[in-house]
């Protein structure tokens, strides 16, 4: 997909997340919760896929663990439909895993940047609040709604990263 046509759907969706919330902090429509809902869910994929060419996960051994750690989560997540107890510690054990070893991808960084930083915020508070919800029943789930500006920030920071990158390749005469 275009960059920039990712980012026109990242910033429509915001707007769209942020008109919800707005709606359904001053009335009790039903537009609201699906607009803030749908919002962000809608900019949160589309950051993920704006911000992958600068991940840098992907290219490391520790990505197949992630990868079967969501999977896992996955997994917990239908199971927990059929059997609580069981469902629950599935999802329980991958959530721990994704911030685990998320933060151990971190850690081994050369070079941290910003762009990082909200990387690994957004990973860690975003599977929290799921955790959270997933074993108690009565947290509010617009909670993970909070997640979404990290990821707003990041694109907007790997947007500048990535003018800037252009900038000093125009400057170079490329």
Known sequence: MNPRTNLLILILSAIAGIIGFVLMSISNSEIGPKLALGGSAVSQLAAIIYLWPSSTITQKKIWK?????????????FAHNYSSEFGSTLSFVGYISVIGLYFIHFVQKNKR???????????????????????FDRLRTDLEFFTTPLLWYGAYLYYKQQNNLLDERHKAGW
Request: charged residues 10%; glycine residues 6%.
């Open 65 to 77: 663990f992630m990868i079967g750690a969501v999977v896992l989560t996955t997994i917990g997540a």
């Open 113 to 135: 940047r910003k762009l990082d930083i909200i990387k690994l915020t957004w990973v860690v508070f975003t599977y929290l609040l799921m955790m959270l919800n997933a074993l």
